[in-house]
């Protein structure tokens, strides 16, 4: 199975201040179609999770600007520029390239 | 609006079965597969698979092969997961997310919680 490695594990910010979060693959996730099947989510307390970003570096509707995602084959980045309150959370990597699909360990996202 | 709802809470002896269902509303039923996500309490998120409701096809990652049986009813717009063989080690919430290969699991149900006690 693919390992999706996220770092770090725990994140402190202050709001307003960017931050980035890493997931690296144990194999490539560019598919033979071409495109790379990582996904982007994020978990608020107690909630379900939601999809930020798709296919890499697609923002998801409604996800606001300050997320973005970038990356190929094994190393791959969200951005956030500029933490707002309600960023807190739990984010998680997702790939869909490999069966089985696999998540991430998450990154624990926390006001300093 | 799209949405996926849940039903509500399950407590299973250890040796029984629960079924879980995920009705959709707001698109066409058979335009999207739907997934099955595990998560343990306090723990990350394990994808258990997924099925296409227009030809019932499904794929399952291989630990829940023995575990998890997927099924859809259009006539109703409901996706079901029924848990097997219930030990404490499937205590969790589960949840149903709709799905794509271009758009990812774009919308998720609320969430249901198992528990395994006797």
């Known amino acids: 199975d693919v390992v999706l490695t996220q770092t770090p594990s725990i994140l402190s910010a202050t709001i307003g201040q960017s931050v980035s979060i890493s997931c690296r693959s144990s194999?490539?996730?560019?598919?033979?179609?071409?495109?790379?099947?990582l996904y982007w989510f994020l978990q608020r307390p107690g909630q379900s999770p939601q999809r930020l970003i798709y296919?890499?570096?697609n923002l998801g509707s409604g996800v606001p600007n300050r997320f973005s995602g970038s990356g190929s084959g094994t190393d791959f980045t969200l951005k956030i520029s500029g933490v707002e309150a309600e960023d807190l959370g739990v984010y998680y990597c997702?790939?869909?390239?490999?069966?089985?699909?696999?998540f991430g360990g998450g990154t624990k996202l926390e006001l300093k | 609006e799209v949405q996926l709802q849940q039903s509500g809470p399950e407590v299973g002896r250890p040796g029984s079965s629960v079924k879980i269902s995920c009705k959709a509303s707001?698109?066409?039923?058979?335009?999207?597969?739907m997934n099955w996500v595990k998560q343990s309490p306090g723990q990350g998120l394990e994808w258990i698979g997924w099925?296409?409701?227009?030809?019932?096809?499904?794929d399952y990652a291989e630990k829940f092969k023995k575990k998890a049986t997927l099924t859809a009813d259009t006539s109703s717009n409901t996706a079901y997961i029924q848990l097997s063989s219930l030990t404490s080690e499937d205590t969790a919430t589960y949840f149903c997310?709709?799905?794509?290969?271009?758009?990812?699991?774009?919308?998720w149900g609320q969430g249901v919680m198992v528990t395994v006690s006797s």
């Open positions: 997310a709709r799905g794509s290969w271009e758009l990812g699991f774009d919308y």
């Open positions: 707001g698109y066409t039923f058979t335009d999207y597969v």
């Open positions: 099925i296409d409701p227009e030809y019932g096809s499904t």
């Open positions: 194999q490539s996730l560019l598919d033979s179609d071409g495109n790379t099947y």
């Open positions: 296919l890499v570096s």
């Open positions: 997702m790939q869909a390239t490999h069966a089985p699909w696999t």
